[in-house]
């Protein structure tokens, strides 16, 4: 016999009612219509986009087991939304979203190892329990392998990252370091993995944290005096991931016993997953013992996507959020977006928005003038080796002048210069800066920068250079 929507869907049904409460079917189940069966993919009907969110929300498990029962492993669920009388139009209009197949992230429960001499172990997260820990892993279950497209420029870093995922802490691939660029994926891929672990493992403890937020809590530790509780509680995690751990550079206190923790963790078979914005051979301000052991495992590089990339992350978007967009559009979007898939993202979605909030038809004109704003507004990375070319061009020098203990007022100015920017501009710490530019500690750049401050208010022609500086580097 021939499957049909309708088949298919009261087979589900049947499945479902026996599975909830008799209420919740005729609330949520009941006012549904089968639409359309295209080969492994069904098409449903819900009366709102709340009707559809609430589905996923609490009924995704449960639509998902019931469906692979009726079309197999590969079935798919696919929403069609009815608007009723949307833009003052009399016929209402369908909108179409794909199911995310996937359940919101619950907290985890530890068991941690009960000690007389510390009876509260305490989880920086939360307020401080005893023996029986809940920890939210932090994770965003929206950012998963399904939607992390496979590339040439990220091929290496996602497939380490699948094979980590599949055997957590039994690779060689630990630490798993992945670096690169803003906005080329970092976090997107060490949530994909983290989501991943916890699908195939429920019972390990997975947590995702910023090198900022870590360092937070052990600065916080130290003031309350239990810097052990925090050691320990890191000690029960079986899959840590850190983002953005260049933070840690000329921290050396949370660097010491983040060492300590990642000693731990490696020794015992538990996996690490860092991201970087940069290589460790080039992070400044790391200590060599660390560095060492970030070189241990696998460093993978993200790099900017390829037009064939950027055209298949571009139509994702697209089927992700139900919008139908011409060929041409996505390849003149993918044409002149190139830097990274963050500015592709919000280009797509800035263009999707001009098109439904005006009313306006999805044109080549409104895609070139949507993509020229946006292209123009996006900031510029500004990284420290950057400002000190601005810098030694305006000056008429050349960086290793810039760079010199040479005591001459206009390079010493222009070296203040420099580190007043890189402290504007970058996010790099005082140590970090001073290390770049010409080898000097923290104290020098916090001088640097108030004698910029002081001579702006006081001098018409030190300000006049630091406008000009400042427009080169915002241009």
Known sequence: MTKTAQSVWENCLSFIKDNIQDQAYKTWFEPIKSVELTDNALYIQVPSKFFYEWLEEHYVKLLKVALTKELGKNAKLLYKIKMENTYGNKQPFTEQLPSANRVP??????????KNLNPELKNPFVIPGIRNLKIESQLNANYSFDNFLEGDSNRLARSAGMAVANKPGGTSFNPLLIFGGVGLGKTHLAHAIGVEVKDKYPEKTVLYISAEIFTQQYIDSVKKNNRNDFIHFYQLIDVLIIDDVQFLSGKSGTQDVF????????????QVILTSDKAPV???????RLLSRFKWGLSAELHQPDYETRISILKNILYRDGVEMPEDIIEYVARNIKSNVRELEGAIISLIAQSSFNKKEVTLELAK???EKFVKNVKREISIDYIQKIVSDYFQLDIETLQSKTRKRHVVQARQLAMFFAKKFTKASLANIGSQIGDRDHATVLHACKTVDNLVST???????????????TL
Request: glycine share 2%.
């Open 459 to 473: 001098d018409k022609q030190f300000k006049k250079f630091v406008e000009d500086i400042n427009k080169k580097l």
């Open 282 to 288: 080039d992070m400044q301000d790391i200590e060599q």
């Open 369 to 371: 003038s949507v993509v």
């Open 105 to 114: 992230m619950k907290p985890q429960e530890v068991d941690a190892p009960f």
């Open 259 to 270: 060492f300590h923790i990642f000693n731990y963790l490696h020794q015992n078979g538990k």
